[in-house]
């Protein structure tokens, strides 16, 4: 406790552990005393909080030192215990370190010992980061089309070559499903992924209406629908959706229920 702000005989009644410096901090508390516990603690009456892995997200609590107790919780669906996600864990190790006191900051993991390689690999040794682009390219290639930066599917082709897809692509393509002769990929089975990808994802955004072939070569030419996903950010399915339900407008739904349920099925 600080010499200088010592702690009221009120606030000692109400929480036995406050008089010898500790605190309690979890979710079942009382909003007053949680809030309690953190003023204490900030202002530095109190120097350890025992709390639960509500600080873990949304609350700037730093501290010198952070012991993490466990990196097991136990779950109530499946009735066991599991791990504690990796970005749970990194979270409650940033509430280690003050800027403005300290130089440093120590955080301590108690763990089993047959996982203590694995937090050790994962601290000193982070795991790269694969790419996502595959899930999400129809809308970047409608995106890339409707703006004349693709033209033809060759252009899409290069487009993918300049992205960081392609760099994880050839450094760790087992991860994306591309079959490889002992574990390195060929350049000629490469660009034979990258063509079958452009292809597929190019016949779904033309099943869907966003883009058309204008000509024998292989040109891409946006369509109107492609310009309002492009243009209203919106995923190709969802204006795809749109076209089909409201296009007529003889057999359009009129009636707000039936619109209701149009929007509702939008893939957003």
């Not at 350890?48 to 136990?74: D, I, R, S």
Request: include cysteine; aromatic fraction near 10%; glycine fraction near 8%.
């Amino acid at each position: 406790r600080s010499p200088s702000s010592p702690i009221s005989e009120k606030m000692c009644s109400r929480k036995p552990t406050i008089a010898g410096g500790f605190g309690v901090h979890h979710a079942g508390m009382l909003r007053a005393d949680r809030s309690l516990s953190e003023r204490l603690f900030s202002e530095g009456l109190i120097n350890v909080l025992v709390c639960t892995a509500t600080l873990a997200w949304g609350v700037n609590f730093p501290a010198h030192l952070v012991v993490v107790k466990g990196t097991e919780f136990y779950d109530g669906k499946q009735k066991r215990y599991v791990d504690m996600p990796v970005t749970d864990v990194l979270q409650m190790m940033g509430r280690a370190g003050r800027p403005q006191f300290d130089d440093q900051g120590v955080a301590v993991i108690l763990v089993h010992e047959p996982k203590k390689s694995f937090y050790r690999k994962f601290l000193y040794e982070p795991f790269p980061v694969e790419s996502c682009l595959q899930e999400q390219l129809h809308d970047h290639f409608n995106a890339e089309i409707v703006s004349g930066t693709i033209r033809h599917c060759q252009d899409a082709v290069d487009f993918l070559s300049w992205t960081y897809y392609y760099r994880r692509l050839t450094r760790n393509p087992a991860y994306y499903k591309l079959e490889t002769n002992g574990g390195v990929a060929s350049p000629e089975a490469v660009s034979a992924s990258l063509s079958e990808l452009v292809e597929a994802t190019v016949g779904d955004l033309g099943n869907a209406g966003c883009v058309e072939y204008v000509s024998d070569d292989g040109a891409l030419m946006p369509t109107t629908i492609g310009r309002i996903a492009s243009f209203y950010y919106l995923k190709y399915t969802t204006v795809a959706l749109f076209y089909a339900e409201l296009h007529d407008v003889d057999d359009a739904p009129t009636e707000l229920p039936d619109l209701l349920r149009v929007l509702t099925d939008a893939s957003e």
